[in-house]
């Protein structure tokens, strides 16, 4: 068998654009040959996957899955909003948000897990899916909610197709029963949570970074009226109340009536079943949050091109 050399790994790495396992892996299926190994890449799909990785990918859809008292919200990412049109695309989505129930929020767990109806794993069908539909793609974040017990609810903003859209949102709810009775405002408060996009359930679960944050702010923008400090101290806890009111869900105006609390219409809706219900937990994930897009200036582009 040939000898797998780092400079033989390093000039099938520069042909391909593969990782430099990968090559090494090639190399050594194909004894060496660099000629069959890159060949052999191509076959794997991981020549092409490889010279798409370095572009942006922040299109695509974000998924939600919900299995007994168990949930899970994805996102995988695209290069544009055409694949998250594409069926393949959006059964790979739809297939990992339900993998993901079972892997929980290991995201490498999840690369791992065999692909149901193929041989191949999750991470290796990403790479299949790649090479096919021709645009870099990538998990890109998975969470896992539970609901022991009550039950969850989800919701889709502006759904693509079932359970797949741009704003996915995951509610759990701790029941004393009837938990059929209590999907209604399971669904508006998951709705709500998409139009208002709380900080936390409660203020126990807000990030105390946070809070102190903001009480510093406030602080030091109710020192500039010149007033004593007790005064300041009152101005800021009353203006403390309303970012409270403001970021935590149980405290937020329900977008549904416009008058309750979202925590008094849950309270109301268990009464009216005959049970209680609290919100215990959400996940919402908005596609593309926090990725940094790419801006294409075309027209410097072409002025580029011309001038060279």
């Known amino acids: 068998m040939a000898q797998i050399t780092a400079a033989l790994v390093k000039e099938l790495r520069e042909k391909t654009g593969a990782g430099m396992m990968d090559c090494k892996k ?111 793609m990538s998990i890109r974040r998975i969470q896992t909610l539970n609901a022991d017990n009550g039950f969850l609810a989800p919701y889709i903003h502006n759904a693509i197709a079932p359970n797949l859209g741009k704003i996915a949102v995951l509610v759990a709810f701790e029941t004393g029963g009837k938990n059929d009775a209590l999907a209604t405002i399971g669904k508006q408060v998951a709705m709500h949570v998409a139009a208002a996009k709380p900080l936390a359930v409660n203020r126990d679960q807000l990030d105390q970074d946070v809070i102190e944050k903001e009480r510093n702010i406030l602080s030091d923008q109710a020192r500039e009226s010149g007033r004593p400090e007790e005064i300041i101290a009152k101005m800021v806890d009353g203006r403390m109340r309303k970012f409270f009111e403001e970021s935590c869900l149980v405290d937020q105006t329900f977008v549904i009536d416009g008058e309750s609390k979202v925590g008094e219409a849950v309270d109301k809706a268990a009464k009216d079943a005959g049970t209680t219900a609290s919100v215990t937990a959400f996940q919402m994930y908005v596609l593309g949050e926090g990725i940094e897009k790419k801006v294409e200036d075309f027209a410097a582009e072409v002025a580029a091109v011309s001038s060279s």
């Open 26 to 136: 090639a190399l050594s299926e194909n004894d060496g040959n660099i000629e069959a190994a890159g060949d052999w890449l191509r076959t794997k799909g991981l020549a092409a996957a490889a010279k798409k990785a370095s572009r942006t990918a922040s299109e695509g859809l974000v998924g939600v899955a919900v299995e007994g008292n168990r949930g899970a919200v994805v996102e995988v990412n695209s290069e544009t909003d055409f694949v998250a049109r594409n069926e393949m695309f959006q059964d790979f989505v739809a297939t990992v948000s339900k993998i993901a129930l079972e892997t929980g929020d290991d995201i490498e767990a999840l690369k791992d897990a065999a692909y149901p109806g193929t041989e191949r794993n999750v991470s290796e069908q990403l790479t299949h899916l790649i090479s096919t539909i021709g645009e870099n």
